[in-house]
């Protein structure tokens, strides 16, 4: 896990990052990292919704994404959508960082062939979700990140 941060530093604004192992990196267009949501299927509003999201890479090269707009940089973007039964997006809460385009080496993880990177996280710490119902969740800034948005998930959440 070469891009995961202690968890004494997940709630700071400016984390610091471990030095990340730079390899060759395959530009071959059809492979491509997958970001991966997980969170329990039924939840209370009294929980802190926790959720894990992984970085596959289903390739036999070793490939790489940039933090940007992952929770891996906390939340500092809104990267997931998150919505109701009814269609309506959730409101992100979270800081809108401007970045520097294209992003520096050092914002880079790599991940080796058929391995993952994981980073778990509280969906509330970004996302005002106020009300028990079915909600639908998706990865949705794989254009700024460099990994395929996944599969959505669902969560019921109860009083």
Known sequence: MQCQQPASKQNQSQESREVVQKSPVSTTADTSLVAVLRIDSIASLSDSLFMVFKVYNPSPDT??????????EGFLNNFL????????????RGAMAKRVMPPPEETYCTVAPSASDS?????????AITKPGLYT???NAGNVSGMSNGHPVRVNIIP
């Open 63 to 72: 490939l790489r994404f940039t933090q940007y707009h992952t929770p891996f």
């Open 81 to 92: 959508t998150v919505t109701d039964e009814q269609g309506q997006e959730i409101p992100y």
């Open 119 to 127: 980073i778990r996280f509280s969906l509330l710490k970004g996302y």
């Open 137 to 139: 969740i998706e990865y």
